[in-house]
């Protein structure tokens, strides 16, 4: 293909697109009337057009629409956000699942009865730390004496008042 | 594939909830400043005659029944986080636990704990221990042994020794069974 051939192809091309200038069209035409081999190439590609757009679009098989839209793209575009994707179903049915879980982590409720043994339990406690009490009174009594032991005792219990009046004073 | 492994994942998480109820009562009182860990003698002297651990949930509510009653005492018992006493009968054999003594000292030394009392008997042995932080008391620890049997006791929060006679009245609960006092 010559230069001379490319240029008319590209006129014709222009022609069928109706971007060929008037000038280059009567210069066009005036040149098919001169040759034959070039007006009857307008002629077919004028022929071809028009079998291109008589041809309609045949719509594609459902199953095949189904299987192309089933490869996954290249580039996937960006997730939409919609309660309805799996992973949010799943985190959505998790919910209730945890607010149970630390429903379960608060202290219960104790029942009357527990709270009845609890009482007797603490009962039981302060009843040892009494005997305990009793028998340090006791030993310092007999080690000391007395009136010692009145002073002995006193102190340490002055000491555990002190320490307990000075930790009520702090917190007001 | 991916499915299978949240689910897994989603059923550890699940379960590691669902059993923290349970760790975090045992661990309640362990965190507290007053908590003192006496161990375990069972291999020692077998099945503890007493075993108490009543926690701050269970005293809050006996606070709360004696607060009609007795205002005094139920501002004590809100001052309390948790009681604990152990007991083991010892069988005339008290060396294993005269060194649990040893080891607790220790432990409470350690951990700043002043000594409040000792008595050293042969017989008899009594030791009190209290926990201040700063001008504040946080727990109060006994420990006696004699030759029938050990006791640890541990108070965790505020105790004011000159109400505790009060606080046992207002119980008006019979211990003469649970305890032989002296």
Not at chain 2, 150 to 175: A, C, E, H, Q
Request: aromatic share 6%.
């Amino acid at each position: 293909m010559n230069r001379n051939d490319e240029k008319r192809e590209q006129q014709i091309n222009a022609l069928l697109d109706g971007e060929l200038g008037e000038a280059d069209t009567d210069e066009l035409k005036s040149a098919a009337g001169d040759d034959r081999e070039l007006a009857r190439k307008i002629v077919e590609a004028y022929q071809l057009q028009q079998l291109m757009d008589d041809i309609g679009v045949e719509p594609a098989p459902a199953s095949l629409t189904k299987r192309l839209n089933a490869i996954p793209r290249q580039h996937k575009p960006a997730a939409k956000f919609s309660l309805l994707q799996p992973r949010w179903v799943m985190a959505l049915a998790a919910v209730p699942l945890a607010i149970i879980a630390v429903s379960l982590m608060q202290p219960d409720t104790p029942s009357a009865s527990e709270v009845a043994r609890a009482r007797q339990d603490l009962a039981v406690a302060f009843a040892y730390l009494d005997k305990a009490g009793q028998f340090t009174s006791r030993e310092i009594n007999s080690t000391v004496g007395n009136t010692m032991s009145d002073a002995v005792a006193g102190s340490v219990i002055r000491n555990m008042k002190s320490q307990y009046k000075n930790s009520k004073e702090k917190e007001a | 594939m991916k499915t299978s492994i949240f689910k897994t994942l989603l059923t550890g998480v699940l379960c590691t909830l669902i059993s923290m109820p349970l760790l975090a009562q045992e661990d309640e009182l362990k965190d507290l400043e007053g908590f003192i860990d006496f161990g375990d003698l069972s291999a020692a002297y077998g099945e503890p005659s007493i075993s108490i651990n009543i926690g701050g949930t269970l005293l809050q509510f006996v606070g709360l029944m004696s607060g009609e009653s007795n205002p005094e005492t139920a501002e004590m018992m809100a001052q309390l986080k948790g009681v604990r006493v152990f007991g083991y009968p010892i069988d005339d054999d008290p060396s294993v636990a005269r060194q649990k003594f040893s080891e607790v000292k220790s432990n409470l030394k350690s951990k700043g704990w002043e000594p409040v009392v000792q008595v050293n008997e042969d017989d008899e042995q009594v030791l009190i221990y209290m926990k201040m932080s700063g001008s504040a008391m946080e727990g109060m620890t006994v420990m006696t042994v004699d030759d029938e049997e050990v006791m640890f006791i541990n108070i965790i929060g505020k105790l004011d020794p000159r109400k505790l006679g009060d606080m046992m009245d207002n119980f008006d609960v019979d211990i003469d069974g649970a305890l032989e006092l002296d």
